[in-house]
C-alpha cells in the first residue's frame, strides 16, 4: 500500500482560472493573495487553484471562512 494517497483533484492554471472569470491572470493572484481564493505550490513554485473551488466560486457558493473565536 502506498503510504502517501494521490491527491486526484484537478488543479488549474492562474490563467485557466483568469479564462474562466474573464479576468487577467494577475487578478487571480491578487484573489489568492487576499484570501478570496486558496492556492497550492508547486515545487517550482507555481500557483494552483482546486478546480471544485474555483467552480464554486465562480457559481456564487460562498466560501467557509474559520471563526475567529
Not at 487553484?49 to 471562512?65: F, H
Amino acid at each position: 500500500m502506498n503510504p502517501h494517497p494521490v491527491e486526484t483533484e484537478a488543479l488549474l492554471t492562474p490563467s485557466e482560472v483568469a479564462t474562466l472569470f474573464r479576468v487577467d491572470p494577475k487578478t487571480v493572484t491578487r484573489w489568492a493573495k487576499a484570501g478570496k481564493l486558496s492556492s497550492i505550490r508547486t515545487l517550482g513554485g507555481h500557483r494552483r487553484y482546486r478546480e471544485s473551488e474555483v467552480r464554486d466560486l465562480l457559481n456564487g457558493v460562498p466560501q467557509q471562512r474559520p471563526s475567529d473565536g
